[in-house]
């Protein structure tokens, strides 16, 4: 038997994790009082569920699979691809909670694997992130409210971004101070999700002051502070770098002005959406055009163009927070089709790449 997943094989886990994506945002449409072609199996409510568990976690746990090499790792992928899939079907929530539970533990053991093979700071870092998808999973199957999971799955995110961050920052390293510091600040995003369980507030404040600590170490710290001044596709990823920082920051300034996270509150939807489109989305338009190639196999050659769905993110975004601020749901709702709008050119914009790619190999 083959040791690992030939590269045409991963595409239907791609494709479930996209499924996930645009059920998410479909969903989110719909929470936001749009009329969207949606249906009638999508809760609205599962919204965060199938962006973060759904979407993030099947290509997270993909990219994680394909770096182990083993086939059993590939569990995690299909079990989240599965579980989006079930969520958008309107299957019931114990039995897409015990899908996200089972791909989270795959995902955290494959993690696991990796740091023994591998021990290092940033490895730590990225087993610290497995390890809070799957702690959030398990509130989340225990029937616990979303204001407990989502600092979970908060830190998931954030701290699996820092950790490959960290690791390439072996070109640059940090000092031994900034080290320690890296670690007091992860170690900070853990006990504050674990507070958020029983006391949200007190917990969500100490997750937002992480957050706003982590921006700042990643601007001081991140070669990109370098790189930005190239050419090409290098300066296109530290840019998408550079402004995800400022998003991660302003979340957690906005978490720590308003005393911790409050469902229902402008201030919520602000600084979630500020961690998960204006830093997780960021990141993930910087690097496309390298995990890709390393996932599937295809080219994704560098165009101008890429800057448009950026910068149509980053506006959308400050569009939504906007409203969220001034109270104004017009605008909120506006910024959040454009939110959907920047998602689907930054899609577009790749297969036209891969396509421009498949072409000039040809």
Partial sequence: MPRDLPAL???????????????????????????????????PGMHAALMIAGFFGTVISLER????????????????????????????????A?????????????????????PALH?????????????????????????A???????????????????????????PLARRLFIAIAA????????????????????GAALLALAAWLLKQDIARRTVRQQGLTRFIAVCLLSGYFWLGLAGAIVLAAGGLVPGTGAYDAAVHAVML?????????????????????????????????????????????????????WRATGGLLNALALVAFILGTVAAVIRGAARSR
């Fill in 65 to 96: 699979a394909v770096a182990l090499a083993c086939l059993w790792a590939y569990g995690a992928p299909l079990a989240a691809g599965i579980a989006g899939v079930a969520a958008a079907a309107g299957a019931p929530l114990p039995v897409v």
């Fill in 98 to 118: 015990l899908l996200f539970v089972l791909a989270s533990a795959v995902f955290a053991t494959a993690s696991l694997v990796v740091l023994v093979r591998q």
């Fill in 149 to 175: 999971v989502i600092p979970w799955w908060i830190a998931f995110l954030v701290l699996t971004i820092a950790g490959e961050r960290l690791e390439l920052s072996r070109f640059l390293p940090p000092a």
């Fill in 278 to 330: 204006g830093f997780v989305f960021s990141m993930v338009f910087g690097h496309a055009p390298v995990i890709f190639p390393a996932v599937l196999k295809v080219a994704v050659p560098y165009s101008p163009t890429f800057y448009g769905a950026l910068i149509l993110l980053h506006a959308s975004l400050v569009v939504r927070v906007a409203g969220d601020f001034a109270a104004s749901y017009a």
């Fill in 188 to 207: 900070a995003a853990i006990a504050g999700a674990g507070a958020a369980v029983g006391a949200p507030r007190a917990g969500t404040m100490l997750l």
């Fill in 123 to 147: 490895m730590v870092c990225l087993a610290l992130g497995a390890a809070s998808w799957l702690a959030g999973n398990l509130l989340w199957l225990a029937g616990l409210p979303l204001i």
């Fill in 9 to 43: 094989a991963r595409v239907p886990l791609l494709v479930l994790g996209f499924l996930s994506l645009a059920a998410g945002v479909d969903a989110g449409l719909l929470r936001l009082g749009w009329d969207v072609p949606l249906p009638a199996s999508i809760d």
